[in-house]
Structures are given as structure tokens and as C-alpha cells.
């Protein structure tokens, strides 16, 4: 039954699913914040310890996975991530799947209603890199399963543990990006919006902006559609492809992405930058939101270890390649000047601005 929302998340079916969604986000939160530190003071000792079993120095991910896989307080803490997502995605998807119809008829009604527009095409043919996965093991991905977006959106709220029920990380990131240096913003662009909680952040600090939300994954732009104009927003969403938007050249003053790049195949990374750039006009910014990148070789096989976590157990093939390539470099070489890395050093993530 509709038992109304959660600030913009419409709420779970039952109360039961409610309890049950509220201790697996439980589970999450006592991992992330009990058991980890623990981790965190248990790796040196477990490495030490497989170095002098194996009688040489732990120089691979291969070695920190023999060294720290079978400690038991690690091995818990990777279980329990696991299955906490694994518990979120199934019973997210139970609880808005037994009112599946009426929602797909809620969508089918909000797609032509206003403020704003939304674009989708049925007959959009998903790329191979992004159709064989199930990115963060969600069942059908973003696009496979036409309730994805409400699904999606539940699943942040517990990813979040309990800290994004307003959208307040996208509306915290969205309000620390700079504009550019004439102050001009009339459009902007949130690349990969998923379920438009950036989208909205953007609408609301820039009101006078033409935006747009563009995603891959019809579903995505069909829910961030309907919270917009529940939420009174005039905001116009497109499934397009990043490295393919049919916008015109110079189009945007701003184009805002926040963590979609760990999610792509160096290659296609590659596209969306030069894509990007060819549709912000000159002076316009892009903002990049996403992991920082690391040397290889550089990095201790411990840290490897837990970085490379979410590619090995969470469906995130591409996650690691990109964290150690070289991004910085080819906004560089795509032709981005003023590049700056990590503009919000306050924050856990870098924040990587440049102009074109
Ligand atoms: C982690 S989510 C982005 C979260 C969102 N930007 C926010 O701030 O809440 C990644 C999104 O990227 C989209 N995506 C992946 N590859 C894409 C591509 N090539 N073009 C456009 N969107 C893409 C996915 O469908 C998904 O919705």
C-alpha cells in the first residue's frame, strides 16, 4: 500500500519491510563504524604475520588477499558488507514490486506531466559495458528492471546509513561547486543523474538555470522525473548516453558529475570527458565528483586490498582501473586548463574542477 514518503523516497510497502530495511541499514552502520576501525588496527599485524609465514614481503594484492581474507574480523566485516547489500537489494525490490503496477501506471502518468520534461526511448540499445553488469549487485542494474529508480533511491537511503533522507549529501556536494569565473550559469547539465537527487540540489541553488538530468538507464530518468515534479521543480531529464547527448556544441556553462566515472570503462571514460568538453562553452566548468586516483606501485598492497573491494564483491568491474589511472591527465589532454584536483579538500572525496 502507499504509505506515503520519507522526505521524497516513497516509503516501504509494509512496516515490516520498513523494520526489516532499518536493520539491515543497522548492519551497514555497525559495520562501517564498529567493526572497521577494528580492521583498520588488525591489518599491519595479520600482513606481518603472513609475511613471516610465506618468508617474503607482501607485494601484491594476491599477498594482502592471502594475509588478511582469513582473519576473522576481516573475513566478518567483507561478509557483512556483502550480505547487507545483498538483504537491501532483495527486500527494496520485494516491497515495490508488490505495487508494481500501480507504480509503472504512476510513471506512465508523470511522464507527461510538468513542471519539466522527460525523454526516454523503449527501444534504446544499451551498450555492452553497461548492460552486462549489475552495478553495486543491485538485480537488473539501473535499467533492466522498470521500478530501478524507486529501487535505487531506497538503496541510498541505507547506503547512507540514515544521512541522505533530504537528499543532503547531493545537496552538500551540489552547493560546494564553483561557477564559473564571469558568474554566468544559464544551463547546466547533471551528467548520469540516477535518481535526480543532484538534479534537484542543482535546480534549487541555481533557479533561473535551464537543467538538465541525463542518464543511460530509462527508469532512472523516469523516477527522477516524478520526484522533480513532486517536488515542484521545473527541471527536464533525458536518457541519453554521457559520451553521446546530442547537445549542441557550447551548450552548457556547467556540467556537474558526480560518481559516474568509477563506473565506466577506461575507454568510454575517455569519450564522456571529450564529449563533455565539446558541449560546455568556453568558460564553462566541469565538476567531477568521484574517487581520487592513485599511483600504481605507489600504493601499499593493504590499501589495494580494501580499494579494490567494491570491484572484487560489489559489481563494480571498473571501479579500480579507474582509481589508478590517470584522470587528472586527460582532462588535461582533452583540452581542460586551471585543472584543479581536489578543490573541497575538506571533503572525503576530491572534487576535481576545470574550464574549458
Ligand atoms: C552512482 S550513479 C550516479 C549518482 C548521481 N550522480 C547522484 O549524485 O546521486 C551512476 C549513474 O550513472 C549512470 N550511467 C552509467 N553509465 C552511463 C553513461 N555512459 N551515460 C550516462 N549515464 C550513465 C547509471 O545509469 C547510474 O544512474
Known amino acids: 500500500m502507499d504509505r ?23 548492519v551497514r552502520t555497525f559495520t562501517l563504524t564498529k567493526i572497521s576501525p577494528v580492521v583498520k588496527e588488525r591489518t599491519p599485524s595479520a600482513i606481518a604475520e603472513y609475511e613471516a609465514r610465506a618468508g617474503h614481503k607482501a607485494s601484491t594484492i594476491e599477498d594482502a588477499r592471502a594475509a588478511l581474507d582469513p582473519v576473522p574480523v576481516i573475513a566478518t566485516r567483507n561478509r557483512f558488507m556483502r550480505s547487507s547489500q545483498e538483504m537491501m537489494w532483495r527486500r ?11 507504480l509503472l501506471a504512476e510513471l506512465d502518468r508523470y511522464d507527461r506531466l510538468g513542471p519539466g520534461t522527460v525523454e ?14 549489475e552495478f553495486h549487485i543491485q538485480p537488473g542494474n539501473y535499467h533492466a528492471d522498470p521500478l530501478a529508480g524507486y529501487i535505487y ?27 564559473p569565473a564571469d558568474g554566468i550559469v544559464r544551463r547546466v547539465m547533471d551528467q548520469a543523474c540516477s535518481a535526480g537527487q543532484s538534479t534537484t540540489a542543482l535546480k534549487e541553488r541555481f533557479p533561473e538555470a535551464e537543467v538538465w538530468g541525463i542518464d543511460i538507464a530509462a527508469p532512472m530518468v523516469r523516477y527522477a522525473h516524478k520526484r522533480a515534479v513532486d517536488m515542484g521543480l521545473d527541471v527536464h531529464f533525458a536518457q541519453r548516453a554521457a559520451e553521446d547527448t546530442k ?22 571514460a575517455e569519450q564522456v570527458v571529450h564529449e563533455t568538453y565539446r ?9 567531477v565528483i568521484d574517487f581520487a586516483n592513485r599511483t600504481p606501485g605507489l600504493t ?24 589508478y589511472s590517470d584522470f587528472t591527465g586527460l582532462l588535461r589532454r582533452a583540452g581542460f586548463r586551471n585543472v584543479i584536483e581536489n578543490y573541497t579538500p575538506q571533503m572525503y572525496q576530491p572534487m576535481r574542477v576545470c574550464e574549458k
Open 153 to 179: 533511491h531506497y538503496g541510498t537511503k541505507i547506503f547512507y546509513t540514515g544521512r541522505n533522507n533530504q537528499d543532503d549529501v547531493q545537496r552538500e556536494w551540489v552547493n560546494l561547486a564553483p561557477v
Open 4 to 26: 506515503g514518503f520519507l522526505g521524497t523516497l516513497p516509503l516501504a510497502d509494509e512496516r515490516d519491510d520498513d523494520s526489516y530495511l532499518d536493520f539491515v541499514e543497522g
Open 247 to 268: 547537445f549542441p556544441d557550447n551548450y552548457f556553462d556547467l556540467v556537474y558529475s558526480r560518481i559516474l566515472f568509477h563506473e565506466l570503462p577506461p575507454d568510454i
Open 92 to 102: 527494496i525490490a520485494e516491497t515495490y514490486h508488490r505495487r508494481e503496477a500501480e
Open 120 to 133: 526516454w526511448d523503449p527501444t534504446f540499445v544499451y551498450p555492452d559495458y553497461y548492460a552486462k553488469v
Open 279 to 287: 558541449i560546455l562553452r568556453p568558460g564553462g566548468l566541469f565538476i
Open 300 to 323: 601499499s598492497p593493504a590499501d589495494d586490498y580494501f580499494r579494490d573491494f567494491d570491484t572484487h564483491h560489489n559489481g563494480e568491474p571498473y571501479a579500480s582501473l579507474f582509481v
